[in-house]
């Protein structure tokens, strides 16, 4: 019989195959007594439970290291951006019906219903979809080997009172297929008027602080055979003054479900490449252009709700990016709580994009405080659940208000099709307060709680619920805490507190800010009380601001949320502590931003 030797050779094992002789005719127990005590006896199969044990662990091993290789080369290989390949043809949508005059790009015929590219808005009927991919080319992602840009014309089909930009007459005047645009400065010529416009280049317009020019991106293809990509592999700096790109999120899964419509519409104006929707790329592979060109500010646009905003906020701090982007907001969510605090208002009202991309140029840059909420869970039968990490941007909530989210939570997530509407969402909202109205599920509350401001136990009146807040509004637009003002945002007794290094009271501090480094801690008596808050006809109980916050949730489960992120707690405590400060863009008044265009 053939044995495996294992011999040191070389500072290292070599195993090489040798007939040995001495064993040849020798009966398995001879064998056995030979090597016993001697490293060759692991190497017999017995069949023995410890030897079973020791190859599944060794198994077990291995599969788990190829799944972790797998996965974190595929992770590698996902973290670019992917883009579309405008050779293949425009960025079609289809509409049922156009509600402006409108001409076929290709056979110059009016028509109601057809489609548009959202890129460089060519419209044609869907007959003429393919000739159009042929003979007219759509927006360009890429410009390579170039510091510049010629303009992009596109016939026809221009915006409502366009005015040429020569000769300052109106354009589009006629009932045909006429005059022309560009799709990167959107600027409009009367066709006669172009003249050697054409071989100039553009400037990309208005806009040009805030667009991602083509030349300036570079991209490579990746994957294998039949899974190939387009990603983005680097990017320039174009050398355009105080060039601050805007990068576009989009939920299309948001309140009114009108993130496709805002895609289109910015994909019009900016660069494709930098309008990105969440449902078919990861936030984590968007921010990779933030991280392609680390040597300016970027300004990420999130067009979704305060849950949205809550997600592209993690990504970013787990970017780690050399500089941290700007957060600007643009409200389709329910609540839109942060985007109210922040002047963008209580949702988006089907505004023009040009108005969005203006107050966004003169919006000021301000601080938001943001929360680490760390939930410790109490032993049950002698064990402990993992502790929970979490970070709150508005407000944390236990108690009845935190029941009617939680209900309506799970009420959209079996049937996700009917919340298709703002008015809709607190339609449902109403139906599960008024429900709680009558059921009192969170009844007693302060009994199986303890709350605690700064290491200071606070005395609870009978509540069914309390509430952290990091903002002035709550409940879609509830101003609890009285309102904010002075310099730089902070209140009176902020600026009281920081110039005289004194704490006041709670009786006499009632305005809060959103970068002091304070929350503010209020309860309500129960769901009939958040309805009266609703309209102005009742108080909150203020319990005190702090700037470190314990809750103890003694005995019992009971609904909490986080920025209306709904779960039901186990017993345990909760700490509110701070954790850092983004930067995120205020929108100013309508005289701040005239004066500011007119500066300019």
């Not at 929970?388 to 009420?411: P, Q």
């Not at 002075?486 to 209140?491: A, D, H, R």
């Amino acid at each position: 019989p053939a044995m495996i030797a294992f011999t040191a050779h070389a500072g290292g094992f070599a195993c090489q195959s040798r007939d040995t002789a001495k064993f040849a005719g020798q009966s398995r127990e001879a064998i056995m007594a030979t090597t016993q005590g001697s490293w060759v006896e692991l190497l017999i199969w017995e069949g023995e439970a410890s030897q079973v044990a020791v190859c599944c662990f060794i198994i077990f091993c291995l599969v788990w290291t190829f799944n972790k290789l797998y996965f974190r080369r595929r992770s590698e290989r996902f973290r670019h951006l992917q883009v579309r390949d405008p050779r293949k043809g425009h960025w079609w949508s289809s509409s049922d019906f156009i509600n402006k005059p409108t001409y076929c790009s290709v056979c110059e015929e009016p028509f109601v219903k057809g489609s548009f590219c959202d890129s460089c808005l060519v419209c044609t009927h869907e007959r003429c979809m393919g000739a159009a991919d042929e003979r007219i080319a759509c927006k360009a992602l890429v410009l390579t080997r170039s510091k510049s840009m010629r303009h992009h014309f596109v016939k026809g089909n221009l915006p409502l009172c366009s005015s040429c930009a020569r000769c300052g007459r109106a354009c589009a005047v006629e009932p045909r297929l006429c005059d022309i645009h560009c799709v990167w400065c959107q600027r409009t010529w009367h066709e006669g008027c172009v003249g050697d416009v054409s071989e100039s280049d553009c400037d990309l317009g208005r806009y040009a602080t805030m667009i991602l020019p083509p030349y300036c991106v570079m991209v490579k293809m990746e994957g294998w055979r039949g899974q190939r990509r387009l990603v983005v592999d680097s990017l320039s700096d174009p050398g355009i003054t105080d060039w601050s790109p805007l990068l576009v999120l989009s939920n299309p899964s948001s309140g009114e479900k009108v993130g496709d419509h805002l895609l289109s519409a910015f994909r019009n104006l900016l660069n494709p490449a930098q309008v990105i929707s969440l449902a078919e790329v990861s936030a984590e592979s968007a921010l990779d252009l933030c991280r392609l060109e680390g040597d300016h500010q970027w300004r990420v646009i999130v067009c979704g709700g305060d849950g949205t905003i809550a997600w592209i906020l993690s990504a970013i701090d787990k970017a780690q990016l050399k500089i941290r982007p700007v957060l600007g907001i643009v409200p389709l969510g329910t609540g839109n709580d942060l985007a109210r605090v922040l002047g963008w208002g209580s949702g988006y009202d089907n505004e023009d994009i040009t108005e969005v991309l203006d107050n966004l140029q003169t919006a000021k840059v301000v601080l938001l405080d943001r929360w680490r909420v760390n939930i410790d869970h109490s032993r049950f039968m002698g064990l402990r659940r993992p502790s929970k990490r979490l970070v709150m941007n508005n407000y944390f909530g236990i108690g009845c208000d935190a029941c009617v989210t939680l209900n309506f939570h799970n009420r959209r997530e079996r049937m996700p099709s009917l919340f298709t509407n703002r008015v809709i969402n607190k339609a449902v909202f109403f139906g599960y307060g008024s429900k709680e109205v009558l059921a009192h599920s969170c009844k007693d509350l302060q009994k199986r709680l303890e709350v605690e401001l700064d290491g200071v136990q606070v005395e609870l009146p009978e509540l069914e619920g309390v509430v952290v807040l990091n903002i002035n509004s709550w409940g879609a637009g509830v101003p609890v805490w009285g309102d904010g003002g002075g310099e730089n945002g902070l209140g009176p007794c902020r600026l009281v507190e920081r110039i005289f290094h004194v704490r006041l009271a709670v009786a006499d501090c009632i305005f809060c800010s959103i970068d002091d480094g304070l929350v503010e801690v209020f309860g309500v008596y129960s769901s009939l009380h958040i309805a009266r808050l609703q309209v102005s006809l009742a108080d909150p109980h203020r319990l005190g601001q702090a700037r470190t916050v314990r809750i103890t949730l003694k005995s019992g489960w009971a609904p909490v949320h986080v920025d209306g992120e709904p779960w039901e707690q186990s017993p345990g405590t909760i700490t509110i502590s701070h954790f850092n400060q983004t930067t995120v863009l205020e929108k100013q008044d309508v005289g701040v931003r005239e004066s500011a265009t007119t500066s300019k």
